[in-house]
């Protein structure tokens, strides 16, 4: 009986109820996508890190596991931690920021493909003039780029596109290594160096070895580095709190959408409600009614908003998939569906309560 009535009053107000399912879907998507760009942005990070293939992180003091401040480490020091026992080779490099979220890696080819194995090119190859550039094919297809093409607003110099290459190697863009210090003023700096050990059994000690000779360096293994990538972490967890921010937003919405279609109906079934009354309905069953159709658009909105999240990441994904790399999160479908719910049920209470306390005798006469 309750469901029949639900079904009933849904279809009898489609456009309402459609448009109510879609007004809870927008918090719903906005959740998703959040959390799905902070996975994806924070993952593409660790892959990158991982795929240039070496086992620790030297960082200059004063840096964290996600922010580098321009390039204070001495190049001289590549050739010192190679000389370290155990140290099989060292690989340093600089990153500039350039626009937005976009970075500029300069690297020396030669030893990153000795370490890393070496770029997949797609289109072009290596280096062959100072003012060259690699950029990776999410770069390149945001940017509508192929080799052989000048660009010309990466830190307002003009480069050509040497190669168009895989990505999940180091960065987006990469230039020599020379070329950027020489632009950034950091004639012989670095940003930072990865160091590849000799064997994995020998990782520990060289750690505990570098650790002892630069004290003032944070240094990490890659694997600790990229297990530190974590929405937990960003800004000592100011991205966490933000999404939570969000969620609460979430359930605003959801309640004040649903506090006004509810209530809306309410009045616009006075007779209905009174008859029902007359019929021997109760408090209770008037109340769940109203609360049942509430729930059934809070489920129909979080579907609708699911949906909605993989629309806006192929649109993400078309626009900027250089820039912004969003995940699919499905562990937190039923958590924004358990918001939905709370949102819809905390709207629909006063207008089923004001539903269920309404006179029969006064519902009957109301025109």
Partial sequence: MTAKLVLENLRHKPMRSLLS???????VTLILCLVGLSRGMLADSA??????????????????????????IPEKMVGFLERQPH???ALGMMVHPSSGLTYVT????????????????LEGGPFQSPTDLIVDDYYARQNKLHAGNEVTGLLNHRW??????????????????????DLTGNTGKLSQIFV???????????????????????????????????VENVQGGALNTFIKVMVGIGVV????????????AVLQRTREIGILKALGASHWFILKVILAEAVVMGIGGTIVGIGLSFGARALILALYPASLTQAVTPDWWPITGVISLVGVVLG???????????????????E
Avoid: C, H, W
């Fill in 160 to 181: 050509r596109v040497a190669g168009v290459v895989e990505g999940g190697k180091l960065a987006r863009t990469v230039v020599p290594l020379r070329t950027l210090q």
């Fill in 21 to 27: 399912m879609f007004l809870i879907a927008v918090p």
């Fill in 106 to 121: 300069g690297v020396d080819l030669v030893p990153f493909d000795r370490m890393s194995g070496g770029f997949k090119y």
């Fill in 196 to 230: 590849k050990a000799d064997k994995d059994r020998n990782i520990p000690v060289v750690m505990q070895e570098l650790k002892t000779l630069l004290p003032d360096y944070n240094i990490y293994t890659v694997e600790e580095f990229t297990s530190l990538l974590t």
């Fill in 348 to 366: 629909a209470l006063y207008p089923g309560l004001s539903a269920a306390r309404q006179d029969p005798i006064e519902a009957l006469a109301y």
């Fill in 253 to 264: 919405i959801g309640f004040a959408v649903v506090l006004l279609s509810m209530y809306m």
């Fill in 47 to 72: 892959r990158r890190a991982r795929g240039i293939g070496a086992d620790i992180m030297v960082r200059p003091p004063g840096t964290s596991f996600l922010t580098l401040s321009g390039a204070p």
């Fill in 87 to 89: 140290v099989a080779m």
